[in-house]
């Protein structure tokens, strides 16, 4: 079976240019989350999607962060324009049932970004 | 709202030691708690979970966490610890109601 895939696993940009990563979950897996991980921390969840709603986007900077799951099966994640401190990695997550059952996620291998 | 904490940065132990990774949580009604390992350039990966009913919970390359209420903790667990258990391990807690939140994370390094 496979697993989360990510792309790209690396990103180079200049600050003030867009960037997008892209998530395709495991089949059958109905729950994507984005998760944002600074160096020496634990991942802090973005957003959290049931097939193509967004549940839970509380975390996640509108101003310049945008996510969207259109036919509920894979994601992307654009930010627009992109700040230095956005240097990061953005992992990737699903799950098979819907959040409050307590199933654990599966984690994409992460698209390391770096703003210069 | 739910919280981990992880109050080691860093662990060493020498190959073939038991080992202990600490983790408490705070979190309202019952908690749902899993063990994380990251390897580097990789994705977090499931290691072991607890939901309910044993407080010794076995799970994947031989790892076992023990859930003890009375003092909110899960701390990861392994008898024998080996070279490739090296890697940097993450706690998370979640309740009904809240999404999963993670700890900032232990390293450990088994030294041959």
């Known amino acids: 079976e496979a697993g989360v895939v990510q792309s790209p696993r690396y990103k180079i940009i200049e600050k003030k240019q867009p960037v997008a990563f892209w998530c395709n979950p495991i089949s059958g897996h109905n729950t994507l989350y984005w998760y944002l991980q600074n160096l020496g921390q634990g991942p802090e969840l973005l957003i959290r999607y049931e097939n193509e709603e967004a549940v839970d986007d509380s975390q996640l900077p509108k101003d310049r962060f945008s996510a969207e799951r259109l036919k509920g099966v894979d994601s992307t994640l654009k930010i627009q324009p992109a700040e230095l401190g956005d240097s990061a990695v953005y992992l990737c997550?699903?799950?098979?049932?819907?959040?409050?059952?307590?199933?654990?996620?599966?984690f994409g291998p992460g698209t390391r970004l770096t703003v210069l | 709202a739910q919280s981990v904490a992880q109050p080691e940065d860093q662990v060493n132990v020498a190959e073939g030691n038991p080992l202990t990774v600490k983790c408490t949580y705070s979190?309202?009604?019952?908690?749902?708690l899993f063990w994380y390992v990251q390897y580097p350039n990789r994705g977090l990966q499931f290691l072991l979970k607890?939901?309910?009913?044993?407080?010794l919970v076995k799970g994947s390359y031989g790892f076992e966490a023990e859930f003890n209420k009375s003092q909110t903790s899960f701390h990861l667990k392994k008898p024998s610890a080996l070279v490739s258990d090296s890697a940097l391990y993450f706690c998370?807690?979640?309740?009904?109601?809240?999404?999963?939140?993670f700890g900032a994370g232990t390293r450990l390094t088994v030294k041959p």
């Open positions: 997550a699903s799950s098979l049932e819907p959040w409050g059952k307590h199933n654990e996620q599966f």
């Open positions: 607890y939901i309910t009913g044993d407080n």
């Open positions: 998370a807690v979640r309740d009904f109601r809240n999404d999963m939140r």
């Open positions: 979190v309202s009604g019952n908690p749902y």
